[in-house]
């Protein structure tokens, strides 16, 4: 249960701005310091790191069997 609890948390940080704490607050300290992070920027590249690391994550199990 710890690994679900593990890896889900982190996908979902990756995915998208609002999946984890962690995000909101970055967002917001770029905020204060002028940048704009915008959820179609986070996107672009969270989606792609999120399916990449699904694919580790599936090879692992697979590998691990």
């Not at 701005?17 to 310091?33: F, H, K, M, P, Y």
């Not at 940048?35 to 694919?55: C, D, K, M, N, Y």
Request: aromatic share 6%.
């Amino acid at each position: 249960m710890a690994y679900v609890l593990a890896v889900s948390s982190t996908f979902a940080g990756n995915l998208i701005t609002l999946g984890s704490i962690a995000n909101l607050i970055v967002i917001e300290q770029a905020r204060q310091q002028g940048v704009t992070i915008r959820f179609r920027e986070h996107a672009r590249a969270g989606v792609p790191v999120t399916l990449a690391s699904l694919l580790v994550l599936a090879l692992w199990i697979l590998i691990r069997r």
